[in-house]
């Protein structure tokens, strides 16, 4: 049992951070190097080696990438600025980089209060980079970039920034300049106090060298870039600004003020440079995480609504506050059972305690609360506000729950994740994993909502979905490995979609006399297509009781079941408005059986009309390549009915970047590989849905009416 005493740190001295990169920008290495600088490990683990603490999974350290978010508590003292030498409380989240993995960053991010975004020296900014950035900015995340590998052949510090103020729209404040890069990178110049600070001399890069002076040869510019520091940051403050423009330089400590001021206010972003993995550069960066990226405090509170009245409510991100919270992750632990990630934002969580889950309006028991330190924890009696911590004993929470104090409800913001794209069909080996497939597959998708399941009742078959083939092949890995699943897995399908392209009416009727009581039901159905991305609605537009109200709902019943199975080629049917405008019944024979079966028929005489058209997931591809094979590449691109939405050179590379269907991209890698000699690679991320061409819908028909799959 933790000592609580011990963690009970002050609001302003906690930091809830995460690490958010591009695949392969070095996050797990940065943040395995940040564990042991702050003393909570005693090794450095290595992805190569397959040692990693944040990596902790099998299947992680057999891929070297991080497919699970792991959460961590380390303690830092700053070596510079106005909180030198206090000590600090970081709770940190490690995140995926992989486009498949994209729910981990999106529920870590909604929790977070500060970011490291960690970009490669040599790439840049590279796609899934923009796709973090965007996310973070969605909860507004102030962050700092970590300009990773100046070590690496190719590494250009400035070229980074212009890609990070290009691409990502940042306001960038350069903190530091590299002394050398590639192989003679050996530490960095500090712009605000002109310090130099040189690792060499120690391998694990602990200790290093501060010199009071710049470089032979680096005044000039390190004068240039801090007068373009100190005028950036000025600009962010009035009082700062009166006292630059009078021709005053403003003092180190009164810039370090204004600039945590400017970052957390989104208005700069600082920028600082090292190689994670030569052991550089790390220790400023844990310094700029105390100095400028918020604690609770700076956030002042949290806005959500009130569940009974559905007005809006704060509250302040204290523990003397009535407890508000978010259960940002569910995850299954071999040891404890369910495990549900939780930020606290206000008030204080005890074990033992029962709190309101007010997004589905129950109570749960708190059973344990752990402190995480990756798969590793310690238990504690209380949780407080500013803390993220795991609860064991919930029984129904999900991911973006909100735990409450049931006399004060409130219902915080909810997260919001992508739509699967692609779906594989998958059936148990023996009759003893028949059964646990199913425990297996909805233990899977509490822990990701990207995951989902379906069973095809007409072949009796179980599809699982989600956003990627390899999202996909780690749960068919999971399920093996963790539940003893033996199971067999179809090939990767397409996850289409069916929609209408115009308005129509049909009046559906269902009556039956067979002696006895017959079965009556009748209803109208007007259908009109609602912008890409916004789903089904469904209208109840019955006027003077034509239809009585239990038997609309039945009607609103089998309108949605014929839409789950679709109209076209059996995919659920979407961006579409039903309304049920007019109808009969019977006193004796109407049922809730008998408008079922009219709302479907009458749904698919109206689709039927409204010109069905078949929707596709679209891809955004990203190709790195080398010049030479750049022209086979497009052209191959456009052969799969991609639209090129342009190229531009980074170093000896192009960059093709292009919409194209998922569909078309089946094994691309591999196809790509052998184009290019094995030089080019690839990455894609899900866009959105577009209409599937006419000539392909009829060929996807005759072939289906042909295999017996539409009626």
């Known amino acids: 049992m933790a000592d609580d005493h011990s963690r009970i740190y002050p609001l302003e001295r906690i930091r809830n951070i995460g690490i958010i990169a591009h695949i392969d920008a070095g996050k797990t290495t940065t943040t395995e190097r940040i ?97 973090v950035w965007r996310q973070a900015d969605k909860y507004r995340v102030p962050r700092i970039c970590f300009v990773n590998k100046m070590d690496k052949l190719g590494a250009d510090f400035l070229a980074t920034v212009r890609s990070i103020e290009d691409r990502l729209g940042a306001n960038t404040a350069i903190m530091v300049l590299p002394i050398g890069s590639e192989n003679t990178y050996v530490g960095n110049v500090d712009l605000l106090t002109r310090t130099s600070y040189i690792w060499g001399s120690d391998e694990l890069g602990a200790k290093y060298d501060v010199k009071e002076e710049v470089p032979e040869g680096m005044q000039d510019e390190v004068e240039e870039h801090r007068a373009k520091l100190i005028e950036k940051i000025a600009e962010t403050d009035d009082g700062l600004l009166e006292k630059y423009l009078a021709g005053e330089e403003p003092t ?73 919270g978010l259960a940002f992750k569910i995850q299954n632990d071999p040891h404890v059972g369910k495990l549900a990630y939780f930020r606290v934002y206000s008030g204080k969580l005890m074990s033992g305690s029962y709190v309101y889950n007010s997004t589905k309006a129950m109570r749960e028991r708190v059973g344990r609360i752990l402190l995480m330190h990756s798969n590793q924890r310690e238990e504690v009696k209380e949780a407080y506000a500013g803390e993220i911590v795991a609860i064991v004993g919930l029984k129904d929470t999900g991911t973006g729950d909100t735990l409450c104090d049931e006399v004060k409800p409130i219902i915080l913001e909810e997260i919001s994740f992508p739509e699967p794209v692609i779906s594989l069909a998958i059936e148990p080996k023996t009759k003893s994993d028949q059964e ?36 996909l092949e780690v749960k068919v890995n999971t399920m093996k490995a963790d539940f003893g699943v033996e199971a067999n897995v179809g090939a990767p399908q397409v996850a289409y979609k069916e929609t209408i392209t115009t308005q129509a009416e049909a009046e559906g009727k269902y009556v039956r006399q067979s002696g006895g009581r017959g079965q009556y039901g009748h209803c109208y159905l007007r259908v009109e297509p609602k912008p890409r991305g916004e789903g089904y609605e469904f209208v109840n537009a019955i006027k003077g009781g034509a239809i009585p109200a239990e038997f609309v709902t039945a009607v609103e019943k089998g309108v949605k079941e014929t839409l789950e199975n679709g109209i076209l080629l059996g995919y659920p049917m979407t961006d579409i408005t039903v309304t049920c405008y007019d109808g009969s019944y019977h006193e004796v024979d109407s049922s809730e059986m008998a408008f079922k079966i ?33 022209g086979d590449i497009i052209g191959d691109l456009s052969s799969k009915r991609g639209q090129i939405l342009g190229t531009q050179e980074r170093n000896k590379a192009t960059i093709i970047n292009a919409m194209v269907p998922l569909a078309e991209l089946s094994g691309y890698e591999t196809q790509l590989r052998s184009m290019s000699q094995g030089r080019a690679s690839s990455y894609m991320e899900p866009s959105h849905y577009e209409i599937v061409p006419k000539n392909i819908v009829e060929a996807m028909v005759a072939k289906s009416t042909f295999t017996g799959r539409v009626a």
């Open 35 to 131: 564990l042991f600088y702050t003393g909570r490990t005693h090794k450095i683990g290595d992805i190569d080696e397959g040692n990693t603490v944040m990596d902790w999974m099998a299947e992680e350290r057999e891929r070297g990438i991080t497919i699970v978010s792991a959460a961590t508590t380390t303690f830092w003292k700053p070596l510079t600025g106005l909180n030198k030498g206090v000590e600090h409380r970081f709770n940190i989240i490690d995140t995926p980089g992989h486009v498949d993995f994209t729910a981990e960053v999106e529920r870590s991010l909604r929790v977070l209060d500060g970011g490291i975004t960690v970009l490669d020296a040599e790439e840049g900014v590279q796609s899934q980079s923009e796709t």
């Open 252 to 324: 180190v400590d009164e810039l370090r003020k204004a600039l945590r001021a400017a970052v957390i206010a989104y208005k700069l972003v600082p920028i600082y440079a090292g190689s994670s993995l030569r052991n550089k550069g790390v220790q400023p960066l844990l310094d700029a995480v105390v100095n400028y990226l918020p604690s609770p405090v700076d956030l002042d509170h949290v806005t959500g609504t009130n569940p009974k009245t559905g007005e809006e409510e704060i509250r302040q991100l204290v523990p003397e506050e009535a407890l508000a």
């Open 436 to 471: 646990k497939l199913g425990y297996a597959l909805k233990r899977l998708m509490d822990e990701d909502p990207t995951f989902q399941v379906k069973v095809n009742h007409d072949t009796g078959q179980t599809i699982i979905s989600g956003v990627g083939e390899l999202q």
């Open 598 to 630: 009219a709302a479907s028929m009458g749904l698919q005489s109206a689709t039927k009309k409204a010109d069905i058209a078949l929707l596709e997931p679209i891809m955004k591809v990203e190709v790195t390549t080398p010049s030479e094979f750049m």
